[in-house]
């Protein structure tokens, strides 16, 4: 992303003055899907695109100009009267500009412009990425950066909760926060602690397809997925009241078998596949640590058959761009991130990928008359000021 493109709009969209920018970046995740939210672990790294802002304090109260550069759309509005604005993309700002003030920020009227080169409803969290810019810009600009790393992750959480409505859990914020170069990351969501991984698999790329079918989590079958999970955590607290059930991390195998029949199947068959993808990010840590990429990549295939068969997000694109991965002798193939659309996260022998980049373009071509778009991935850095 070009800071000099983003500086010539901000000049060009205020008063000419020039501000602080920082850059946020969007997230792969290797494996542990819809796990964050059931206290499981995620295996998630920073990419190297993302979200960059230019902001400046600009002497009112609580006015916030707000351009989106590649919207070309200009929203101003004042956060503390109660509303916020209605456009989606400056209710990141509202929410944040709110989070962040709770957290004792002092914010106070801002000018902001910017723009993302992370592509928008791919599954690689732009929604996360702009809420980590956005905290690292207040926390930088009005709060001396005081505020934790964790507590912006938070914020980034809670802004989605409360003015996106999407309840997500905290892979994507803490993966655009915490990233690092080269790294991947094992987060357990319940206790939060984390470890870094190098992650440079020798004779393999990743590579995301991106079927081009936008998925979008507002109001969507994404909260009913919680809704269902927690409903079996419920049943199983119920059940054993010597115990403490908060997420189904807490819940095992037989105690899921106890209440089968009394949360009905569609909620069985939910919490079933995050019982399994928890046990499969303890698995593919120990392959990556063993440096078995095999076991990493039928890993994957296991989660895509999860997340489309059990969990029921997968679309029919998605599902034929991983079935060409399985054709073309993909080592591991599987849709990344929240599912109904987005992309496909491939870990590829390298003497396979032009083979299989080819086959997948021109059989999703015949199939849906447009190509999947290629993104290698690159494992970048976390939320930063850039100057
Ligand atoms: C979305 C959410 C995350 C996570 C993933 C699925 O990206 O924002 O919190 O639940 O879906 O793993």
Known sequence: MDIEFVRSRFIKHFDGQTGNIYHSPGRINLIGEHTDYNGGFVFPGAVDCGIMAEMRPNGTESTIRAYSIDLKDRVDFDFHDGQGPRATWARFIYGMALEMEALGVPVKGFNIAFAGDVPLGAGMSSSAAMESCFGCGLNDLFGDNKVSKWDIVLAGQATEHKYIGVNCGIMDQFASVFGQ????????????????????????????????????LVGSPYNDRRNSCENVVKHIAAKHPEGKFETLRDCTWEQ??????????????????????????????DALVAGDY??????????????????????????????????????????????????????????????????????????????????????????????
């Open 294 to 387: 095999e076991t990493v990549g039928k890993k994957m295939y296991e989660t895509h058959e999860g997340l489309s068969k059990e969990y029921e997000v997968s679309c029919e694109e998605l599902d034929f761009l991983n079935d060409i991965a399985k054709e073309n002798g993909v080592t591991g193939s599987r849709i990344m991130g929240g599912g109904f659309g987005g992309c496909t996260i491939n870990l590829v022998k390298e003497e396979l990928y032009d083979q299989f980049i080819a086959d997948a373009k021109k059989k999703y071509f015949e199939k849906y008359g447009k190509e999947p778009k290629v993104i290698d991935v690159v494992i970048g850095d976390g939320s930063r000021k850039i100057c």
């Open 181 to 216: 170069a080269g790294k991947l990351m094992r987060l357990d969501c319940r206790s939060r602690e984390f470890e870094y991984y190098p992650f440079d698999p020798k004779g393999y790329k990743l590579v995301l397809l991106n079927s081009c079918v936008k998925h979008e």
């Open 256 to 285: 899921l078998e106890e209440v089968r029949a009394e949360v009905g199947e569609e909620d069985y068959t939910r919490a079933h596949f995050v019982l399994g993808e928890k046990d499969r990010v303890l698995a593919v840590c």
